[in-house]
């Protein structure tokens, strides 16, 4: 193999993955938008990751999480959350996925605690893989470093490949989420 054969393929390697982080980022819109309509907004304008550093660590170069945290539109304190992710390296799975949690939370916290307060979410992952489908889900693991105050929980789960449409979005991430703010 020469280098410029090499050069070539981490060219399009990188222009690859550009792509994938492109349709992401219009997954994340959409959701954006569909949440919007039904009362939630993000709680951060634009951030979705705290996984990229410049610091001279190739691990740290590669986003492992994109994620927004959504509140009740208005709240500074929120009693309820949702939770919307796309992991590309999950541990527990061999493929990438993405989820979305619904949870209440109690005592209410500020919303800018949720992402602050997010440090690890591989336990939650950890559940999510013995429970493909998602559905109720144990207010001590989603506690564990993921969403501060949870006290219910309702998540969903399914590989990236397969969310062709919003549709499908709607139909086996949002809505399933949303069923933990049901009366």
Same mark, same amino acid.
């Given at each position: 193999? #020469? /280098?410029?054969?090499?050069?070539?393929?981490?060219?399009?390697?990188?222009?690859?993955?550009?792509?994938?982080?492109?349709?992401?980022? #219009?997954?994340?819109?959409?959701?954006?938008?569909?949440?919007d309509e039904k009362g939630w907004e993000r709680t951060q304008k634009n951030r979705?990751?705290? @996984?990229?550093s410049n610091a001279l660590s190739p691990d740290w170069w590669v986003i492992q999480f994109v994620t927004r945290f959504y509140v009740p539109r208005g709240a500074a304190t929120a009693a309820s959350a949702i939770v919307f992710s796309?992991?590309?390296?999950?541990?527990?799975? @061999?493929?990438?996925?993405?989820?979305?949690?619904?949870?209440?939370?109690? +005592?209410?916290?500020?919303?800018e605690n949720l992402w602050q307060g997010w440090r690890d979410a591989r336990r939650f992952l950890q559940s999510l893989s013995t429970h493909q489908s998602g559905g109720q889900v144990d207010p001590d693991i989603l506690r564990d470093g993921f969403i501060p105050g949870a006290s219910f929980g309702v998540a969903a789960v399914s590989p990236l490949l397969e969310?062709? #449409?919003?549709?499908?979005?709607? @139909?086996?991430?949002?809505? +399933?989420?949303?069923? /933990?703010?049901?009366?």
């Open positions: 193999m #020469t /280098a410029v054969s090499r050069s070539s393929e981490v060219y399009n390697a990188v222009k690859f993955l550009r792509d994938v982080h492109r349709d992401v980022a #219009t997954l994340i819109e959409s959701v954006d938008s569909d949440l979705v990751s705290s @996984d990229l796309v992991v590309f390296l999950p541990e527990a799975h @061999d493929h990438a996925i993405a989820f979305c949690v619904g949870a209440k939370l109690a +005592p209410a916290v500020p919303r969310l062709e #449409t919003m549709d499908i979005v709607r @139909d086996r991430l949002l809505f +399933p989420a949303l069923e /933990a703010f049901r009366p």
